[in-house]
């Protein structure tokens, strides 16, 4: 058994939890922001936070999967 593919996946499996839940953040401050129930220049830069954490993610697993291959 080759543990460091296995805890690679494990680490990607993680991450793809992680980006989920950064998805998840975005569309409830997006949600926020359409109804106005929080004014816009206080979520601006939350939504800016979590665009990068998704791209910061993103680039992760994509990267890491690659390494599997």
Avoid: C
Avoid at 23 to 39: C, K, N
Avoid at 45 to 59: D, F, G, Q, R, V
Wanted: glycine share 0%; net charge positive.
């Amino acid at each position: 058994m080759n543990f460091e593919l296995f805890r690679r996946a494990d680490f990607v499996s993680k991450l793809q939890i992680a980006l989920k839940e950064a998805r998840e953040t975005r569309y409830w401050l997006r949600l926020l922001v359409a109804t106005q129930l929080i004014p816009e220049s206080r979520l601006t830069p939350l939504l800016t936070e979590s665009e990068e954490l998704i791209k910061i993610l993103a680039s992760i697993v994509v990267q890491t999967k690659r390494k599997q291959e």
